[in-house]
């Protein structure tokens, strides 16, 4: 097939010990799937129905990236998420076959332009400009089932230059990760190479140019990030 421009070349992520790469079709995101950090962003934490939000495939870099500070925002926040890869598709999923479509995980790093996601929610504007921005969504290396398991409970913390910023457990979810897949698919027809993006704990705050970031989750190691100065 011809085409009139040249094709991008194929979003990926890295897989633990293997020079395959895992190609992406979508990313993902639960808004609010954590108790505290629904507080802690004037929410509710009770279980009404998740609520989801897209980043473009493009968006994903690779964990010790150098980020520059991105345009329009003077509030830049990290997130610390488990990522889900799918590697089997469907659509109306039942819940209890939600983790055979699961390929792997890894630990992500939500990167988000507070200051517009502030802004667009008063006007009851989409959060696209504030969430699905270049180099937004920090993905590590993922790691197959098959070495893992499935992740139910664990750590999940991040750093800033040391400093812990955000503490807790996967367990403390308020949607686990085979209701948040099954729930998805009820909406769109999840796809081999989409990522799931599960949420983030209370902590989060703003970062600097010259800051590390180091996000962890217990059982998939750490990513690590560095901003730099503006683009």
């Known amino acids: 097939m ?3 421009l040249q094709p991008p070349p194929v979003p990926s992520v890295a897989v633990i010990g293997s020079e395959e790469r895992f190609p992406v079709r979508r990313v993902f995101c639960v808004g609010r799937n954590y108790a505290a950090h629904a507080r802690e962003m004037g ?5 009404e129905p998740p609520f989801f939000f897209t980043k473009p495939a493009d968006a994903v870099v690779d964990s010790g990236a150098t980020i520059a500070y991105p345009p329009q925002t003077e509030n830049l926040h990290y ?3 488990l990522v889900v890869a799918i590697g089997e598709g ?4 039942v819940e209890a076959n939600s983790l055979d479509h699961v390929w792997g995980y890894a630990v992500g790093n939500d990167l988000t332009r507070r200051d517009l996601q502030a802004a667009a929610k008063e006007l009851g504007r989409p959060w696209d400009m504030a969430k699905g921005f270049d180099r937004s969504a920090v993905v590590g290396p993922i790691h197959p089932v098959a070495q893992v398991g499935h992740l139910q409970s664990g750590s999940i913390s991040l750093t800033v230059n040391g400093e812990t910023k955000q503490d807790a457990d996967i367990s403390d979810m308020i949607w686990s990760v085979p209701e948040v897949i099954s729930i998805l698919s009820q909406s769109i027809t999840l796809q081999p190479g989409d990522l799931i993006m599960t949420g983030t704990p209370a902590g989060v705050g703003p970062l600097v140019s010259g800051d590390v970031c180091i ?3 217990a059982g998939l ?3 690590e990030t560095t901003i730099g100065s503006a683009a």
Request: charged share 20%; with cysteine.
């Open 43 to 47: 929410g509710s934490p009770d279980r």
């Open 221 to 223: 190691g750490h990513i």
């Open 215 to 217: 996000a962890t989750i």
């Open 2 to 4: 011809a085409y009139v």
């Open 79 to 81: 997130e610390v998420e």
């Open 90 to 93: 469907g659509c109306n999923i």
